[in-house]
Nanobody
């Protein structure tokens, strides 16, 4: 059974940085493209970033491009989301998600990811 566990969230001030981690178990991380999504209260779940199985392909939502970086360490079974220059609009629950793939491609659509973590809260004060 595949399980994902996020960590690293917290309360920070605008301009600060945080690094989220996502640990996977039950199947090798190298089998999955990975995505990060976020959901603010009363709003829909939105794509943040994704990284292919090899780590070669990455993509970001326009709202975080240049501030966030997604990376992975398949040997440690960990995926990271480095978030810099945080803004109050970044406040949300952040979820990592895994998409079992045979190709080195990524998806921006939350519905294509069958495995999800429980989420970690990121709160940014102004």
């Amino acid at each position: 059974q595949v399980q994902l566990v996020e960590s690293g969230g917290g309360l920070v001030q605008a301009g600060d940085s945080l690094r989220l981690s996502c640990a996977i178990s039950g199947r090798p991380l190298s089998s999955f493209a990975m995505g990060w999504f976020r959901q603010a209260p009363g709003k829909e779940r939105l794509f943040v970033a994704a990284i292919s199985r090899s780590g070669i392909i990455t993509n970001y939502a326009d709202s975080v491009k240049g501030r966030f970086t997604v990376s992975r360490d398949n040997t440690k079974e960990l995926v990271y989301l480095q978030m810099n220059s945080l803004k109050p609009d970044d406040t949300a629950v952040y979820y990592c998600a895994a998409d079992l793939r045979t190709t080195d491609l990524i998806s921006y659509f939350w519905s294509t990811y069958p495995y999800w973590g429980q989420g970690t809260q990121v709160s940014v004060s102004s």
